[in-house]
C-alpha cells in the first residue's frame, strides 16, 4: 500500500523568505510524485509533478520540488514567498506500475505567509 | 489537463434524502474518479467510474449509499444517498488521461445535511 506523509499541519513564514513544505512517501516500485494547492472553496490545483530524470522540477507560480530517493522525500519549495501563497498544499503519489492511476494524499499543510 | 465543471456547487439537503452530483469534462478522458474531502482536511479516494461499467469502490464506501454513472468518456455521476448529517463533507470529482500524466479537480461540491 502506498501513502503520504505531511508532517507539518501549518507552515508560517514571512513574505519574501523561501518556503518549504515538506512531504515523504511510501510506495511499492518507483513513484510518480505530485503537488497540489488549494484554495478556499476551491478545488485542486496541480502545480507541479515529478515523473522521472531530473531531481529538481519546476512547476507552477515559482514553485519547484526536489525528488529524493534515498529519503523517499518530494519537499516543495519555492525562493520568495508571496501573501497570495497562502493557502493549503497536498503532496500526492502513485505507483509508475500497478494501483490503478488511484493517487494517495498527505493530510495536507496549510501555508500561511504573513506581512 | 482538461476543465472540469461540477454541479451543484453547494447544497444544504434534508436528512433522508439524495443528491446528485455531475461531473463534465471538456475532452475524453480515461479515467474518473470520485473523492470526499472534509474541509481543511485530505482527500478519500471513494471509488473509481468505469466507462460502461460498475464503479470500483474503495473499502468503506458501498454503491448502495454512493451509486455512481459514468455513460460515457466525458460525464459521471456521484449520488449520495439516504443522507444523513455524517455525510455533510466536500465531494470532488477528478479526471485523468493516464501514464504520467497528473490528474486535474472540479471545483467541488460542498454539501450540508440538516
Known amino acids: 500500500a502506498q501513502s503520504v506523509a505531511q508532517p507539518e499541519d501549518q507552515v508560517n513564514v514571512a513574505e519574501g523568505n523561501p518556503l518549504t513544505v515538506k512531504c515523504t512517501y511510501s510506495v511499492s516500485g518507483n513513484p510518480y510524485l505530485f503537488w497540489y494547492v488549494q484554495y478556499p472553496n476551491r478545488g485542486l490545483q496541480f502545480l507541479l509533478k515529478?515523473?522521472?530524470?531530473?531531481?529538481l522540477v519546476k512547476g507552477s507560480y515559482g514553485f519547484e520540488a526536489e525528488f529524493n530517493k534515498s529519503q523517499t522525500s518530494f519537499h516543495l519549495k519555492k525562493p520568495s514567498a508571496l501573501v497570495s501563497d497562502s493557502a493549503l498544499y497536498f503532496c500526492a503519489v502513485r505507483p509508475v506500475t500497478g494501483g490503478g492511476n488511484k493517487l494517495t494524499f498527505g493530510t495536507g499543510t496549510q501555508l500561511k505567509v504573513e506581512l | 489537463s482538461a476543465v472540469i465543471s461540477q454541479k451543484p456547487s453547494r447544497d444544504i439537503c434534508q436528512r433522508g434524502t439524495s443528491l446528485t452530483i455531475q461531473c463534465q469534462v471538456d475532452s475524453q478522458v480515461t479515467m474518473m474518479f470520485w473523492y470526499r474531502q472534509q474541509p481543511g482536511q485530505s482527500l478519500t479516494l471513494i471509488a473509481t467510474?468505469?466507462?460502461?461499467?460498475?464503479?470500483?469502490?474503495e473499502s468503506g464506501f458501498v454503491i448502495d449509499k454512493f451509486p455512481i454513472s459514468r455513460p460515457n468518456l466525458t460525464f459521471s455521476t456521484l449520488t449520495v444517498s439516504n443522507m444523513s448529517p455524517e455525510d455533510s463533507s466536500i465531494y470532488l470529482c477528478?479526471?485523468?488521461?493516464?501514464?504520467?500524466?497528473?490528474?486535474?479537480f472540479g471545483q467541488g461540491t460542498r454539501l450540508t445535511v440538516v
Open positions: 515529478y515523473i522521472t530524470g531530473d531531481n
Open positions: 477528478s479526471g485523468a488521461f493516464g501514464g504520467n500524466t497528473e490528474a486535474f
Open positions: 467510474a468505469n466507462q460502461g461499467s460498475e464503479a470500483t469502490y
